[in-house]
């Protein structure tokens, strides 16, 4: 690719690192040109250059930012993707405060934004209101007389996702991905994860404990007797849920987790249940399949409803109306809420401003008519040319990679190729936006507007079954600072607001691009690859396109990743779950690995550029070291270590890069240094 010129001078500084690489520098005249010519897109300040890269990479990419960076009060942590997430929620509150100054035609797409920020704000009406939106929903709870009553309720609620055992949805069929069916999977705690409720250490017997002071205040808030008998039911209910649960380690079995069945199959799999009753209240009465995840938990769900009493039944949904509506409620229940979710599991030390809020409430329920906002405001269309060429490169250098791999059978490789070939690539925005025009929004009514919200985008869930699938469908808004993969679509999407830097600079030169959103951009082409991506074909279908040798050498690597992540340890007592972050952890090490290649093969055989006293490969690598920058409160970084599945950021610089030798090259690491692996336990899978 062409080099980009520099806008401003970098200032050109000596760490120290001749004799590194195995890069040839240019000769002197010709690099000074180019030091003054290009940006490295180095944060240079950010660096720790008394840190040997050799001994803790990540350290010597950000230490000097790890050491000044306080965390901001109404943060659980901070990092290069909250910076940028930082910046996109600044531009979208812009837009947004600009259009809450005018007024606008009923129904239009800047009346709806505007409203419903300004129903999040107006504080005096929701302090007068009280619990006055919920009465309806608290009347149906009370007027429930039996179980299958409740079976009725949990099918009415499913499209406000609240105090539901089951949940479900409509998707893509996995095994058939040109059609939508509908699937049910297990749900209904209030913590993060079924672990909160079965470790019997001293920090979660202390949240478990919280939790039920959280849900005594909200009985005492409410005016509601017998708070704390309310409390132990409730988690009562949930710690079985729970133990009937699987682990999110067994969740990510695409195998396992597709259970195609009929009603009443699932009925007789699960009985003691209406299942009837629940999928005709959810509007899902004439469907003819399913896709059970879990069979065991519905069976055991299916038992555990008829043995408790209905009246513990009525506690928990009270208490999840209340805890899923807190934020839109009086102060009281709010501050409630956040002093439990965002100090006690999070660390947040205050809560983050109403106005942010408002802005984060607005991009949830209307986030693509945002989007179209920000985008004609804040996406340079050369960044979309530049990512397009990226893309490109990536996918030759992945198909150059698949020829090559040695533990490979060709007739496995003609499959991969196959399914290379048939990736798709979103860029910035959808082609096609969502519309919203099932949606009415007053400037009056916050909960209101939730709850219309939800039914909005469960009735267009819902009307997808009997359709085609809608290939231009984004999961993502293009405000988003994140990109993702689909299975089932077999696509990689990158929207707008992911496409700066220090992810992707279209000012720097190419080595930090490609370490960068480049590393970014083969990391989501991995997760095509790997331990479950690679169970789906081209065409986003499970299907097994794998000989049995080659499944064993797969394996066989895999494990090697596993137990190199399961050695870290984070925090006290707490590992990483290796068997959790597989799939992050082998999308990482692919992702570099193949950027790497891309980024020699932009080279065309010429010798990259001597930039801030860098070589082209120890930029790369230190591109791929300076986005991973982060800093967590210790109770989010728990939290972080039990659900996964991304390894925290340190971890995920230290752990590829010990696997490979392009990097033991570019900074001459050696054996005993702090990041050499001995070559027999170097993890090397595509």
Known sequence: MKKTLLSTVALAVSLALTGCSGEAPLQQASSSQQQVELSSGIELH??????????????????????????????????????????????????????ASEQHAKDSDAQKIADLFRSF????????????????????????????????????????????????????????????????????????????????????????????????????????????????????????????????IQNRDRNATYNKMTPAELAALAPGFDWPAMLNAAQLGDIDALVIRQPSYFTDFAALQQQIPLADWQSYLRFHLLRSSAAMLPTAFDDASFDFYGRVLSGQQEQRSREKRAVQTTERMLGFLVGKKYVERHFQPEAKARMDELVKNFMVAFSQAIDELEWMSDATKVEAQAKLASFNTKIGYPDVWRDYDCLSIAANDLLGNARRSAECEYERMIGRLGQPVDRDEWGMTPQTVNAYYSSTMNEIVFPAAILQPPFFDVNADDALNYGAIGAVIGHEITHGFDDQGRRSDGEGNLRDWWSEEDERQFRERAQLMTEQFNAFNPIDDLYLQGALGLGENIADLGGLTVGYRAYQNSLQGQPAPVIDGFTGSQRFFIGWGQIWRIKFRDEALRQQVITGPHSPGKYRVLGPLSNMPEFYQAFDVQPGDGMYREEAVRVKIW
């Not at 993707?81 to 812009?94: K, T």
């Not at 504080?123 to 299958?148: M, V």
């Not at 079976?151 to 009415?156: L, N």
């Open 121 to 248: 704000l107006d504080t005096d009406t929701i302090e007068a209101l009280g619990l006055t939106p919920l009465q309806q929903d608290l009347a149906r709870i009370e007027s429930l007389q039996s179980h299958k009553d409740l079976a009725k309720v949990w099918g009415e609620w499913q499209s406000i996702r609240t105090g539901t055992p089951v949940a479900v949805f409509v998707s893509q069929d996995q095994r058939q991905s040109d059609q939508y069916i509908t699937a049910a999977s297990q749900s209904g705690l209030g913590l993060p994860d079924r672990d909160y409720y079965l470790k019997d250490d001293e920090r979660s017997l202390q949240i478990l404990q919280e939790y039920q002071q959280l849900i005594q205040r909200f009985w005492q808030l409410a005016g509601w007797q017998h708070g704390e008998q309310a409390a132990e039911s409730i988690v009562a209910i949930e710690r079985q849920l729970a133990e009937a649960q699987w682990s999110r």
């Open 46 to 99: 950010n660096m720790d250059t008394s840190v040997a890269p050799q001994q803790n990479f990540f350290r010597y990419v950000n230490g000097k930012w790890l050491e000044r960076t306080e965390i901001p009060a109404d943060r659980a942590r901070w990092g290069s993707f909250d910076e940028l997430r930082d910046l996109s929620e600044q531009h979208v509150l812009a837009i947004i405060h600009e259009l």
